[in-house]
C-alpha cells in the first residue's frame, strides 16, 4: 500500500496552520463502477466510519476544516489541487484518487468547481467549520486542531492506512 500513497508534509504559513500530519493521496485507489459510483464510495467510507458524507465539486478557494480531518473520493473528472494556500504545492486528482487532508491544511481547487465531482467524508461524522485563512480565526482554529485525534480507522483501508501514516507524528 505505501508505494500507492504519496504524502505531502505542509508548515504554517503564517495565514493556514497546515499539519505536522501529512496529506495522502492515495492514487487509484477505488475501481468504481460506472454506474452509481458516489454510492459505492459512500458505501466505503462509512464501512470505516467516515461519514456525514458529502457529493459535490471541490471549492475554488482557499480554505480549511480546523474541527475536523477530511476525506475525498474523486468520483468523476480530474483537476488540480492547490495545498497549503499559495506557496504550498499542486497535486493533479482524478477519478479512483483519494485524499485525506489533515485538519488545518488549506486547499483549492485549481480548476473550475465542478472539474471533479468527490464524495467528502469526516471521521466518526463530524460537522465541519470552514474557515478562510482570516487573521481572527487562528486562535481557535489552533485549539481545534491541537484537540484533534488520529482517527482510529483510514477511509479506504480501514485499520491500516492513514493509522500507519500518521501514527506518532502529532
Known amino acids: 500500500m505505501k508505494e500507492k500513497v504519496k504524502e505531502y508534509v505542509l508548515k504554517d504559513n503564517g495565514i493556514f496552520p497546515n499539519s505536522v500530519l501529512p496529506v495522502l493521496h492515495y492514487k487509484h485507489a477505488l475501481q468504481l463502477p460506472f454506474l452509481f459510483p458516489a454510492a459505492a464510495a459512500k458505501a466505503i467510507f462509512k464501512r470505516n466510519g467516515w461519514t456525514n458524507n458529502w457529493r459535490n465539486g471541490i471549492y475554488t478557494f482557499h480554505h480549511y476544516h480546523s474541527n475536523t480531518h477530511e476525506a475525498m473520493a474523486v468520483i468523476k473528472g480530474k483537476t488540480d489541487l492547490q ?27 485549481l480548476g473550475e468547481e465542478k472539474d471533479v465531482i468527490c464524495v467528502g467524508g469526516y471521521p466518526g461524522g463530524r460537522e465541519y467549520d470552514m474557515n478562510y485563512g482570516k487573521e481572527d480565526e487562528r486562535p481557535f482554529a489552533d485549539k481545534n486542531i491541537a484537540r484533534l485525534a488520529i482517527p482510529y480507522a483510514d477511509p479506504v483501508f480501514g485499520k491500516k492506512g492513514l493509522v500507519e501514516f500518521w501514527k506518532g507524528k502529532k
Do not use: F, W
Open 83 to 109: 495545498l497549503g494556500g499559495d506557496d504550498g504545492i499542486t497535486i493533479t486528482i482524478e477519478k479512483g484518487d483519494v485524499v485525506v487532508i489533515p485538519a488545518g491544511v488549506a486547499h483549492q481547487n
